[in-house]
């Protein structure tokens, strides 16, 4: 067995050896799934035949004996599992989700008994702190001397109003200007254990926004366009998704097309060539771009000027410019190089 294991196992079973009635291991180990799957204090009452609130009350008075043991140094096997627990916290910027933490310590994906037994250790050990998993945070162990289960849910929740208050995503050291903390690496991990956000690209931003958190083929179109900053070939654009970080990439050229046609935040600019409309794009034909140009030009621009300026919204060639101008319904000539509104 991997050495990292077999150091865990001894502190799980030398902190139950501790637990002395039968019953009592039942339910220590059935809570925190040490045994197989997390049970309800609903479903053991009625494995026991005991009321919820009585399980409740032996699980906490179970897990004040193992803290006092702990503290007094009488469960010898449990030094050396938080020695390897605090090493490898020290390395994920001193707290971390339980699943990632298990599975940088077995070096593979853990299983869910795995994750269950270092929180179970967790929580009763003296030098390392829990926090409980719910709508806000992921179930994740720190460092105690780093603060305890309040101090860092306070801290965690001061790095989501800073991102909630900047109105769009940012850096850590973006993050790290704003807050006081030792280093960058220590707002990651404070951020890491939080279901609100979510990252992208080096940048946090709140998980229910898609420039760090796209959950479908428009928004992770939207994304590529954004970190690319020029206008791209849908085939590219697909190319990109393939080849990203977004969990579900598996998509088609086609599909892309298709999404790019219907979200009024592309703009088509050339032959399959798309830009954000937040770029200062417009959506219509050539015609359509040189009416919005003299429209807004306050005398008739001449033959080049009206092509340069198409140019800066359209990849088109200068010619299908030219042939655009020659539309008598639409512009008129005014000089031998001066157009304006027909």
């Known amino acids: 067995m991997d050495q990292n294991a077999e150091i865990l196992k001894k502190a799980i079973s030398g902190s139950l050896k501790i637990i002395e009635q039968d019953r009592e291991k039942e339910i220590i180990s059935r809570r925190f799934g040490l045994t197989g799957r997390k049970e309800t204090l609903e479903q053991i009452g009625e494995m026991l035949s005991i009321t919820r609130e009585r399980v409740r009350q032996l699980e906490k008075a179970i897990l004040i004996r193992l803290q006092i043991t702990a503290e007094e140094n009488q469960i010898p096997e449990l030094n050396a599992a938080e020695k390897l627990l605090i090493r490898n916290l020290t390395e994920m910027g001193r707290i971390a989700r339980v699943s990632a933490l298990a599975d940088k310590i077995y070096g593979r994906k853990a299983t869910n008994r795995e994750q269950t037994g270092i929180f179970f250790i967790a929580t009763f050990s003296k030098n390392l702190t829990i926090i409980d998993e719910n709508d806000k945070y992921f179930a994740s162990v720190g460092i105690a001397d780093y603060g305890n289960s309040l101090e860092v849910r306070t801290k965690v929740d001061e790095i989501v109003k800073l991102i909630k208050a900047n109105k769009e995503p940012m850096t850590l050291d973006e993050l790290d200007e704003k807050l006081n903390y030792e280093h960058p690496d220590y707002i990651k991990a404070m951020a890491s254990i939080s279901k609100l956000l979510a990252h992208l690209n080096d940048r946090w931003g709140l998980a229910k926004w898609p420039s760090v958190n796209p959950k479908n083929i428009r928004d992770k179109i939207y994304v590529i366009l954004e970190t690319k900053k020029e206008p791209m070939h849908f085939s590219d654009i697909a190319k990109e998704i393939k080849?990203?970080?977004?969990?579900?990439?598996?998509?088609?050229?086609?599909?892309?097309?298709?999404?790019?046609?219907?979200?009024?935040?592309?703009?088509?600019?050339?032959?399959?060539?798309?830009?954000?409309?937040?770029?200062?794009?417009?959506?219509?034909?050539?015609?359509?771009?040189?009416?919005?140009?003299?429209?807004?030009?306050?005398?008739?621009?001449?033959?080049?000027?009206?092509?340069?300026?198409?140019?800066?919204?359209?990849?088109?060639?200068?010619?299908?410019?030219?042939?655009?101008?020659?539309?008598?319904?639409?512009f008129k000539k005014v000089d031998k190089n001066l157009y304006t509104l027909a």
């Open 243 to 330: 080849e990203s970080n977004f969990k579900r990439k598996n998509v088609t050229v086609q599909a892309i097309h298709n999404e790019l046609i219907k979200d009024a935040r592309f703009i088509l600019i050339g032959r399959g060539i798309y830009a954000l409309a937040s770029w200062g794009y417009k959506k219509g034909t050539i015609a359509d771009i040189i009416r919005l140009i003299l429209e807004k030009s306050e005398k008739p621009l001449t033959r080049e000027e009206i092509v340069k300026q198409v140019l800066h919204m359209r990849k088109v060639k200068e010619t299908t410019i030219l042939l655009n101008l020659q539309n008598k319904k639409l």
